[in-house]
């Protein structure tokens, strides 16, 4: 699953691994350092990361409301687990889009968000892992800057809508 755990704007990745069935393996935290390269921080991301499970399913959900994007982790062979995204480097901010004239769920439209020099991009989808579905808010960080300068909507009928100035610290609908 690929999930911005330090709202820096890009793109970290957490791995769930295991053999099909008869060998567990211990999941995996990557931090993105550079366009092409991932640092590896399961050692010190805390003990879930020193288990070995058969990992199967991960979806991103912001259980607690907090804006940090959390992790659920679905296994063959344990019970689910949730994990709590404490991270509080960097500002954030989310945004849930409901069609009117397209899906309700606004499956597949574009955002493009800019902040200073670095522009971002997102689809939303309900792509997760095995039998699991990521929650359709899109959260967006920042870094240190106190506002989204512009967050462009492209819908899947074609329309295009277009927002400036957007604080941080909230969930925009």
Do not use: C
């Amino acid at each position: 699953q690929f999930i911005d755990l330090n709202a820096e704007g890009e793109m970290d990745l957490f791995v769930a691994n295991g053999h099909l069935y008869d060998q567990p393996m211990v999941p995996q935290l990557f931090l993105k350092q550079s366009a092409s390269r991932f640092h590896d921080i399961s050692n010190r991301a805390g003990s879930f990361f020193k288990a070995e499970g058969f990992g199967r399913s991960v979806a991103s959900v912001d259980w607690n409301r907090d804006l940090a994007a959390d992790l659920a982790v679905g296994f063959l062979k344990s019970p689910v687990a949730l994990l709590e995204n404490t991270s509080r480097m960097g500002n954030r901010l989310a945004i849930r889009l409901i069609g009117v004239n397209s899906n309700r769920d606004a499956m597949g439209a574009f955002l493009t968000a800019t902040v200073g020099e670095s522009t971002y991009h997102f689809r939303v989808g309900g792509d997760g892992g095995f039998f699991a579905s990521n929650e359709k808010d899109v959260i967006i960080g920042i870094g240190l800057h106190k506002q989204l300068d512009t967050l462009e909507v492209s819908w899947p009928t074609g329309q295009t809508q277009t927002w400036n100035r957007l604080p941080i610290g909230k969930t925009y609908i």
